[in-house]
Structure formats: structure tokens, C-alpha cells
């Protein structure tokens, strides 16, 4: 069985740094595009990166342009999602997610979810 296992969450102040890291158990991320979406309290989930099967297309939401980076692990099974100056409004559970088709990544349209891993930006 195969699965999406995120990990790297915690507590982060305002202005630091976390990296999140998306294990693929059972299946071979490279064949997929792999985006990170959150989901925070009482509200809707939204997308925030996604990169294509080859690594060289990503895709970012506005509000954490220039912020975050979502990237394919050379040696492991692994996309990680490297993220600065958090803001308390980054507070959130992050999943990553799995899609066929590169062409999910336009509105992250995913196939298969992981469980997420809560991340805290607070002082």
C-alpha cells in the first residue's frame, strides 16, 4: 500500500524558518507531480506549491512567492518544501499531495493526500 507521509512541523516564531519534507512509501514520487496545500482553522484548503515530474516547473500561491520553495530530494524519495520569513498567517496543517498529470499543478488538483503535519508561526 502506498502512501504520502509528511514530516518537519512544529513551532516556528514569526520570521523563521521550517522545512517540510513529503515521503513517498510504496511508489516512486518522480512519476507524479507533488504539490504542499494547507489547511488552516476555519478555513478553506488552498494550494500553495506544486512541481512537475521532471523538477523543472513549479508553481507558487501569491501569498508565499519569494517566501517558499518546493523541491525533489536527489538521492530519496523525497519533495520538500523550504519555507522563510513565516508569518503567523502561515500557520496551518500542510499536506502534500500526488497527481498524474503535470497539468494538476495549475489549480492543484490532486489525486492522493497525505495526512499533513501542523505548522505553528507564533511568538
Known amino acids: 500500500q502506498w502512501q504520502l507521509v509528511e514530516s518537519g512541523g512544529g513551532l516556528v516564531q514569526p520570521g523563521g524558518s521550517l522545512r517540510l519534507s513529503c515521503e513517498g512509501r510504496?511508489?516512486?514520487?518522480?512519476?507524479?507531480?507533488i504539490a504542499w496545500l494547507r489547511q488552516a482553522l476555519g478555513k478553506e484548503r488552498e494550494g500553495v506549491a506544486c512541481?512537475?515530474?521532471?523538477?523543472?516547473?513549479?508553481d507558487y500561491a501569491d501569498s508565499v512567492k519569494g517566501r517558499f520553495t518546493i523541491s525533489r530530494g536527489s538521492a530519496k524519495n523525497t519533495v520538500y518544501l523550504l519555507m522563510n520569513s513565516l508569518k503567523p498567517e502561515d500557520t496551518a496543517v500542510y499536506s502534500c499531495?500526488?497527481?498524474?498529470?503535470?497539468?494538476?499543478?495549475?489549480?492543484?488538483?490532486?489525486?492522493?493526500w497525505g495526512k499533513g503535519t501542523l505548522v505553528t508561526v507564533s511568538s
Open positions: 499531495a500526488a497527481a498524474n498529470s503535470d497539468f494538476a499543478c495549475r489549480n492543484f488538483d490532486m489525486d492522493s
Open positions: 510504496g511508489f516512486t514520487l518522480d512519476y507524479y507531480a
Open positions: 512541481i512537475s515530474t521532471s523538477g523543472i516547473n513549479t
